[in-house]
Structures are given as structure tokens and as C-alpha cells.
């Protein structure tokens, strides 16, 4: 079984530009979480998607917005780029929604802004 | 304060040593993770519970809702779980999220 992949590996951009990530959920699983590790920081929740609808988000700017589709693939989209947006962006799937079933994550994406 | 408070922060233990790593919290949960993430960045969910007590091989994680703590233990600690060790709250209330403590850096050494 696949497990959950994220693409891009590593992304660089500048600040001011957008950029998307994306993630591939285990089959079956219909809740996708993302989250933020900056350098020396914790864990921080973003976003969770379940069934195609945006069902929480955390303490992030509008800035900071996703989707999910049918397929229940998701993206995060970061609009104007800031330095501290710098940070390794996981993206975890599970099969029981509401952060009730063993999550499991992806590689990450490690974006660097310069 | 965070609503999610781990300790210690950092542990160094010989091979072989048992390991108690602590988690305390100040919310409401429906449910508690513990995560382990290698020096790589992957993460590896270790455990989800909502009470009691589970084991997996050489660990064991337990949580006392009414003390609203959970202890992550390791017995015949080995170098290979030398790791970075994560709580993470799941919050109660009809919008759950997922709350994290700061973390744990265990260094095992042979």
C-alpha cells in the first residue's frame, strides 16, 4: 500500500511569490491535516480537509488556504510569501475524521523563502 | 502557558535505560497522539489513545484523562530510538484540532 506522498520534495522561492503544495492521501482515507514545522519550532496545525470540505483551520493568516478534491488529493496554497513562511510542511491522511484515527504523514515539503 | 506541555525537553540515556517521557495538557480532548520524528523530518504516529493504557513492542503510552496526562514510555532504550517524541492533543468542542507540545529530543547512547 502507498503511503501518503507530497510534492514538491524541496521548493525555494522569494518572498512576495505563491506557491502550492500538494498531497496524495493513502487510499481510503478521506481526512487530509497539514502542518507547519518551522526551523526550532513545534508542530503547528494549518488546515484539516475531510470529504472535500475545509473542516478547521489554525492560527494562520488568510494567506494560507487549501483545498481538497474529489479524489481526496489536497493542496495548500501560500500566498505572498513572507521569510518566516520558511518551514517543512507536512501533510498527514487518516481514515476516521476529526483527528480521532491514527494519522499518517507524508515526507514533507521543505520551502525555503528568500 | 501551552495547552500542551511535554517534559523534559531533552533526555540522554544509556542503551538499555527505561524512558518516561511526559505530556500534560490543559484542554478538553477526545484523543491523544504520540508522534516520533527522525533527525530526517519523517514523522511516525506511535500511538492514538483516549484512555488507558497501549503497547507496541518496546513501548507503552498511558493516559489519565481526569489528570489530564500521558506518559510515553520506552523500555530497553536502544540508540535506534534516539528521536524527537511529539504529543498532540486532539481538542474537544465540535471544531477539533490538533494541539502540539513542543517535544521531546531523546538521545540514546550505546
Known amino acids: 500500500e502507498a503511503g501518503v506522498t507530497q510534492s514538491p520534495t524541496h521548493l525555494i522561492k522569494t518572498r512576495g511569490q505563491q506557491v502550492t503544495l500538494r498531497c496524495s492521501p493513502i487510499s481510503g482515507h478521506t481526512s487530509v491535516y497539514w502542518y507547519q514545522q518551522a526551523l526550532g519550532l513545534g508542530l503547528q496545525f494549518l488546515l484539516w480537509?475531510?470529504?472535500?470540505?475545509?473542516?478547521n483551520r489554525g492560527n494562520f493568516p488568510p494567506r494560507f488556504s487549501g483545498r481538497q478534491f474529489p479524489n481526496y488529493s489536497s493542496e495548500l496554497n501560500v500566498n505572498a510569501l513572507e521569510l518566516e513562511d520558511s518551514a517543512l510542511y507536512l501533510c498527514?491522511?487518516?481514515?476516521?475524521?476529526?483527528?480521532?484515527?491514527?494519522?499518517?504523514f507524508g515526507p514533507g515539503t521543505r520551502l525555503t523563502v528568500t | 502557558k501551552n495547552e500542551v506541555e511535554q517534559s523534559p525537553q531533552n533526555l540522554t540515556a544509556q542503551e538499555g535505560e527505561f524512558i518516561t517521557i511526559n505530556c500534560s495538557y490543559s484542554?478538553?480532548?477526545?484523543?491523544l497522539h504520540w508522534l516520533q520524528q527522525h533527525p530526517g523530518g519523517g514523522i511516525v504516529s506511535l500511538f492514538m489513545?483516549?484512555?488507558g493504557k497501549k503497547k507496541h513492542g518496546r513501548l507503552i503510552a498511558t493516559i489519565n484523562i481526569q489528570e489530564k496526562h500521558s506518559s510515553l514510555h520506552i523500555t530497553a532504550s536502544h540508540p535506534r530510538d534516539s528521536a524527537v517524541y511529539i504529543c498532540?492533543?486532539?481538542?474537544?468542542?465540535?471544531?477539533?484540532?490538533?494541539?502540539f507540545g513542543k517535544g521531546t529530543k531523546l538521545t540514546v547512547n550505546p
Open positions: 498527514a491522511s487518516s481514515w476516521l475524521t476529526g483527528g480521532l484515527g491514527e494519522q499518517y
Open positions: 484542554v478538553g480532548i477526545s484523543a
Open positions: 480537509y475531510d470529504e472535500g470540505e475545509e473542516r
Open positions: 489513545l483516549s484512555s
Open positions: 498532540a492533543a486532539v481538542t474537544q468542542g465540535g471544531s477539533e484540532k490538533l494541539v
